[in-house]
């Protein structure tokens, strides 16, 4: 683990010295290693941003500097370069530099979260997780940036290219083995991911599966702000009860208790691993979300079904559910090849989404071991491919 300081300095204003007709203009800022500088007039300039750094490994630190030092001002810069992902708390950009990515906070107010996000996640180390190569923390600016290997695709980018780019059968259930068994790491470190989804979950080029976006991650039992006592003011309604955040279709992958539950619990994950498992059985992104109303129709909830309810009139929408008992529609060409086994990863996937907790499966391993039953059913010989010696896992540096 390597620890750096990057300060940036602001230089006095530009001289301009006309030279044989040529204009040469003084370099009005500059970015130094510290604590050592290299020589220079330090006493000509003053401290304007100071950047505190960890990285992984020399290599990677080295690669920090060199991308501070290059593109300081851009990297604060919203506008500056487009991002390649937006979420709530923050946005992911490409770096100029081959095969990295940075996070950073959209809000200064969201500096602390950012800062959880990337110390948790530098603790963590397991192959089916997303590594964070290092961070770098602005106080002056209330920004913090967190540093990510690129990856080749998403799980999403990758089912939405199935009709061009086919993916076996093996593969897909080999990729959600290595889902659960990153998601059983964290459950063993009392962690709940609490964001499992397509967009979420990364591919290398040769498909291994990382976990990525820990910013909504917590601790297991920890109370669920989402729900707010009834005399609060609230956004929206969820069956009845008030939710402080506005829900759109970025929450519909979310667990029923994300909504209604007094904490967080593991079990909001294995509902989340049953969402993933049923895009990989469809062969297209499962975006519906659930409903434990008896007359709902699973397409267009009744009035009734108050799945969603706005405070507005002009924000109401009809919205499909996504109850435990709805028929999951397996991917035509695997039920011709394998009829036995996609109905019996249908009925898992069918356990993982029952609306009460306590009816789905115990632990993200249970999950991952009827996968891992149902591939070696299909090929004995079959060794899965995060650990075929052909196929290792990534080795970040």
């Known amino acids: 683990m ?51 750094c960890q990285a992984l490994s020399r290599q990677s630190a080295d690669k920090m500097q060199g991308i501070l030092a290059h593109c300081f001002e851009a990297l604060w810069d919203h506008n500056a370069m487009p991002p390649l992902a937006a979420g709530t708390f923050g946005m992911v950009k490409q770096v100029p530099c081959e095969g990295l990515v940075f996070k950073v906070n959209h809000d200064p107010l969201d500096y602390d979260n950012a800062i959880n996000e990337g110390k948790t996640q530098f603790a963590l180390n397991h192959k089916a997780l997303m590594p964070c190569l290092g961070y770098v923390l602005a106080p002056d600016v209330q920004r913090c940036l967190l540093f990510y290997p690129m990856a080749h695709c998403t799980l999403a980018q990758r089912i939405n290219s199935i009709p061009e780019v086919p993916f076996v059968w093996l593969h897909r259930l080999e990729t959600f083995v290595g889902i659960t068994e990153g998601v059983q790491y964290l459950h063993n470190n009392n962690l709940v991911h609490n964001d499992l989804h397509y967009p979420n979950v990364m591919l290398t080029e040769r498909g291994h599966p990382l976990i990525s976006d820990f910013g909504a991650m917590a601790l297991q039992g920890t109370p669920n702000d989402n ?25 519909l992958h979310l667990p029923p208790e994300f909504y209604t539950g007094p904490t967080l619990e593991y079990t909001a994950d294995i509902f989340m691993l049953g969402v993933l498992l049923t895009g990989l059985l469809e062969g297209t992104l499962c975006e ?101 010696k052909l196929r290792p896992a990534p080795v970040w540096v």
């Open 2 to 52: 390597i620890q750096f300081t990057c300060s940036w300095y602001t230089l006095p204003p530009p001289t301009i010295k006309e030279a044989d007709g040529k204009v040469s203009i003084q370099a009005d800022r500059w970015l130094t290693y510290t604590p050592h500088p290299d020589n220079w007039e330090e006493q000509r300039v003053q401290v304007r941003t100071t950047v505190h």
């Open 227 to 251: 729900v707010t006592p009834s005399s609060e003011k609230f956004i929206a309604q969820f069956n009845g009860l008030p939710v402080k955040r506005e829900l759109t279709s970025n929450h």
């Open 288 to 388: 519906l979300a659930w409903t434990n109303h008896p007359d709902c129709k699973f397409n267009n909830c009744p009035a009734e079904c108050r799945h969603f309810l706005w405070p507005a009139p002009q924000r109401r929408q009809k919205l499909r559910c996504y109850p435990g008992h709805r028929k999951i529609r397996v991917d035509s060409d695997l039920h011709v090849q394998y009829p036995e086994n996609a109905l019996k990863a249908r009925e898992l996937a069918s356990h993982c989404l029952k609306v009460s907790p306590q009816e789905r499966p115990s632990s993200a391993m249970a999950v991952g071991q009827v996968v891992e039953e149902i591939l070696i059913s299909e090929q004995p010989s079959h060794q899965l491919f995060y650990r075929d």
